[in-house]
């Protein structure tokens, strides 16, 4: 198998090392004072990687590490000094030339938005402009063309929440269009409420030393909690990977399936088996099964009965009834490329032992991605094991330590997006008309006015005429990066406020330089699902060069629109600090738990554990379902489980019927050509979250010829004259980019996989620039899932690669632009 990983990672953990000696090294106050330096300080904060401890000399960061006791190694805390001093940083208000020459014809854009020079001005100018432009376009076309949706992961933290804090100021200023959905589960979040009666993402899972106790196979599909457990949205708990550790180490049977040999799969090496399919073929591949577990009679007919609606309709489909084509395993193999017999080994398997169906995302992020995960809750419905200890499934094992025992629900909660203003409520216009689902941002700039398909109603699509992104980096999330830089020319105004100088501030007209998490105070709580610790968050060092708070910017922009004392309640930050802590601790009061006043929680600066819930730690979830349907009905149509949905099958789709279905994606291997031979899969990296901290020197771990890896198997090189650590460009009809090659063994023929996240840097002016950086996004298909969800299929990509023989161009991605310093 493939070393890449390991080798870099070796030499990670000994530059990890020194790193960690040097933070040491300075803690003696005495070598200190030797230099009458201030002494070294260590601050507690927190990011989506966990709480962190910081170190901090003379104003500079110098150290950083996990602060939590039972300490682990998470690369991506180890770089605070980097997302604070690195070069790449935004560091004054900065305003694109041709925005600033063209004035006097605002309405009129130049169609330079990424390809010109700034011109840094005051931040008093810049609020002028601000201002003036969201007057101007609010008056003269309403709040309907005014984008809020800011979709993305700024930072952790109660009070400093970008997104939040800028929809809190639209709204007061008038309203402002919004979005619905993720990039992560567009396609689940919106069919699983059909299914289950809810996402089944941001749910409880059924805790882990359930699964540890009752649980005999554990199926990993469409996962890598290896990597993806590092983060979470608040703040990671970081206890995920140690329930993993004890899975592995449990004896039970693993399975794995991933087109891919991935961190996990490496993880659990020979203790689990690995299965590969096609990228996106998981349905076929659960089809057979399915079709197996029907025509053996191990389905559980009886749960069936009891707790689903549908299931003829799907045993027919499972026939061939309606299509003619029995979706045996032999049909399931020749697409998604699993023989025949380990697809009927699976179902004996599954049927014959208490079974945990865990899946990740990835795999409902491509075109009909609805059907991925609604297939998976019918197979555990005929297996019969929902609401069983240790059986049914869960989605969210990967993904902010789901599944970790809950701790009383002590919760700091944060800003809202949503002040109580009723006196201003007839000034703020209803645009729920408009409301986009994410990722069809750019049809929305490209057909405004359009009627767009969306659970079983229509949107309005909204015509966008000024633009502010505040905490998210669209040239890095959205699909088909060449058609989102085209759309992108069209809105009148484009606002981004960014530390960092990414490929989306580079297309703003106005970029305003906002403060890290290490340069104010916040709060924070860890663990989504777990409730386990209070964070302070406090401020490491001063703002940066410029660089001023998210909420600042809104406070001062809502005193010039006059609504100041809406925005900030009267409050002070620290006041908001305190409100938010003392909420929690009137909670703990109730629970009888103690909890320090606030002012002594701020001054040790310690963080806080909440104590275990005791009635919890042993929770299965739908077991009260499985208990009593009646009383605890799901919040279906039916209140049962809804294998075939008479919902669904009203909107009458094509591209999502009434029962899980194979229908095909517009690209994948089945249906792949000689121009565009080779699927693309884009999973998430360990060394980043998204396109965070790509500019730090952990990209020293992974970067290959300086550019992004591609993972290739080493035929598909061979076949193309290609080498380890050549330069590879990958292309198809949507654009090209250049990436450094790793051949992996731990890879499908046919297949590759570019890690998300890389900054997009485009080498030329031109609509088929080369990235020299290897986004992988300028190669993806943007379209919605399905008429359903309208998700992202970030995961459907037919491309071709070669040798790049060329002179490699040289990286900009991490320089600011031409004007700013
Ligand atoms: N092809 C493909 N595309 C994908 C995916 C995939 O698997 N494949 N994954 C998708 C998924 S699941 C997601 S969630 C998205 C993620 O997409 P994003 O959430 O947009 O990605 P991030 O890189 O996290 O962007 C967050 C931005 O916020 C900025 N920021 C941080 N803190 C602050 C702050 O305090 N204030 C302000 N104003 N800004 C701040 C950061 O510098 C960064 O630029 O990508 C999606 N795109
Ligand atoms: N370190 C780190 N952690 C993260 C993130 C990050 O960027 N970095 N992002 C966070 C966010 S916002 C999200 S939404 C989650 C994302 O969580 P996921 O969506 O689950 O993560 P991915 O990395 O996209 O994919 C997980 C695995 O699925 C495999 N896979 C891809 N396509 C298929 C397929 O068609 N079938 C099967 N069976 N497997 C497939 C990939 O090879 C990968 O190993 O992670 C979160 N955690
Ligand atoms: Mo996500």
Redesign the pocket.
């Known amino acids: 198998m493939n070393t890449f990983w390991n080798m870099k990672r070796r030499t990670f953990l000994k530059g990890g090392s020194s790193f960690v000696a040097a933070a040491a090294l300075v803690s003696p106050a005495s070598a200190l004072r030797a230099f009458a330096q201030a002494p070294a300080k260590t601050v507690i904060t927190a990011a989506h ?1 966990g709480p962190l401890e910081v170190t901090v000399e003379n104003g500079k960061i110098t150290g950083s590490g996990p602060a939590l006791a039972d300490r682990r190694e998470n690369y ?1 805390q180890s770089v605070v000094a980097d997302q604070v001093h690195h070069r790449v940083r935004v560091k004054q208000p900065m305003v694109r030339k041709g925005f600033l020459d063209g004035l006097d014809d605002v309405e009129t854009p130049d169609g330079k938005r990424g390809k010109d020079e700034f011109v840094a001005v005051s931040w008093e100018r810049a609020y002028d402009l601000v201002e003036q432009q969201l007057r101007r376009v609010r008056q003269e076309h309403g709040a309907k063309s005014i984008w809020g949706g800011s979709y993305g ?1 700024y930072s952790s933290g109660s009070l400093h929440a970008a997104q939040t804090l800028l929809q809190r100021f639209l709204r007061l200023t008038g309203g402002y269009v919004d979005r619905v959905n ?4 567009g396609a689940i979040s919106v069919i699983m409420p059909h299914i289950m009666g809810n996402a089944e993402t941001t749910v409880p899972q059924t805790t882990w030393p359930v699964i540890l106790e009752h649980s005999d196979v554990v199926m990993i ?4 909690p290896m ?5 979470a949205w608040t703040s990671s708990d970081e206890k995920g990977r140690l329930y993993f550790e004890k899975l592995r180490d449990s004896g039970k049977r693993i399975i794995i ?4 040999y ?1 961190e ?1 799969a490496r993880f659990f090496g020979d203790r689990a088996e690995w299965i590969a ?1 096609n ?4 349905v076929p591949l659960m089809l057979g099964i399915a079709h197996e577990l029907l025509t053996t009679e191990r389905h559980d007919q009886a749960f069936l009965d009891e707790y689903t609606v549908g299931f003829e309709r799907f045993a027919a489909y499972l026939r061939g009834e309606d299509d003619g084509t029995e979706k045996t395993p032999e049909w399931a193999a020749n697409i998604c490329d699993v023989p025949a017999d380990k697809i009927r080994e699976l179902a004996t398997l599954f049927a014959d032992n208490r079974t945990m169906l865990m899946a ?4 409902q ?2 075109d009909k991605g609805e059907q991925t995960h609604w297939t998976l809750v019918t197979l555990a419905a005929m297996l019969g094991q929902i609401g069983l200890p240790g059986g049914g499934f869960g989605f969210s094992y ?2 902010s330590n789901g599944g970790v025992p809950p701790h009383e629900a002590i919760v700091v909660p944060g800003i809202s997006a949503t002040p109580d203003a009723p006196h201003l409520a007839d000034q703020i216009e209803d645009t729920s008309e408009y409301t986009l689902p994410v990722a069809r941002i750019v049809e929305a700039l490209e057909n405004p006015g359009d009627k767009l398909d969306y659970n079983g109603g229509q949107v309005t699509l909204p015509d966008i005429r000024l633009i502010w992104w505040c905490g998210g980096n669209p040239f890095h999330h959205h699909q088909d990066t060449n058609r989102l830089r085209r759309a992108w020319q069209k809105p009148e105004v484009v606002i981004v406020s960014e530390p960092y100088w990414t490929a989306t501030a580079k297309h703003a007209d106005i970029v305003l330089p906002i403060t890290t998490s290490y340069e104010r105070d916040d709060i924070t709580m860890t663990g989504d699902f777990s409730n386990m610790h209070i964070v302070p968050m406090k401020k490491v060092v001063e703002p940066q060069h410029e660089a001023r708070d998210d909420y600042e910017v809104f406070r001062e922009l809502s005193a010039r629109f006059g609504v100041e004392q809406e925005y900030s309640e009267g409050r002070t930050q620290m006041g908001w600090i305190k409100h938010f802590y003392e909420q929690a601790a009137d909670v703990a009061r109730a629970k009888r738990v103690r909890m320090p006043r606030f002012q002594q929680f701020w001054e040790e600066n310690a963080i806080i554990k909440n104590p275990v819930d005791k009635s919890r730690g042993d929770w299965v979830r739908h077991a009260d379902f499985r208990e009593d349907p009646v009383l605890n009905p799901l919040g279906t149509p039916s209140g049962k489980i809804e294998i075939f949905s008479e919902t669904i099958d009203a909107m009458n789709y094509d591209d999502c019927l009434g029962h899980p279905s194979w229908l095909e994606p517009v690209e994948y291997l089945g249906n792949a050509t000689p121009e565009h031979p080779i699927h693309l ?10 396109s965070q901290l790509n500019y730090t020197r952990l990209r020293d771990e992974y970067a290959v010829a300086n550019r992004e890896p591609v993972f290739l198997h080493p035929e598909d090189a061979a076949e193309r004259g290609i080498a380890d650590g050549d330069l590879v460009r990958v292309y198809n009809d949507r654009g090209q980019i250049l990436c450094g090659a790793v051949l992996d063994e731990g890879i499908k023929r046919r297949v590759i ?1 570019i890690h ?2 890389a900054w997009y840097d485009p080498a030329d002016d031109g609509d088929n620039a080369l990235c020299k950086n290897g986004n992988m996004n300028v190669l993806v298909v943007d379209r919605g899932t399905s008429k359903l969800a309208q998700g992202t299929c970030g ?1 459907t990509a037919l491309v071709q690669f070669e040798k790049f023989t060329g002179t490699a161009p040289e990286l900009t991605a991490f320089e600011p632009p031409i004007g700013a310093a």
């Open positions: 990687w991506l992961w993720s990039y992560s589960t599909m469409s996962a890598n990597n993806t457990l590092e983060i399936i991933d087109p891919m991935s996990t399919p990228p996106t073929t998981d990740g995302w990835a795999m992020r491509a990967h993904y899969m884009t999973p998430h990296l360990a060394y980043r979250l998204h996989a998300e996240g995961y």
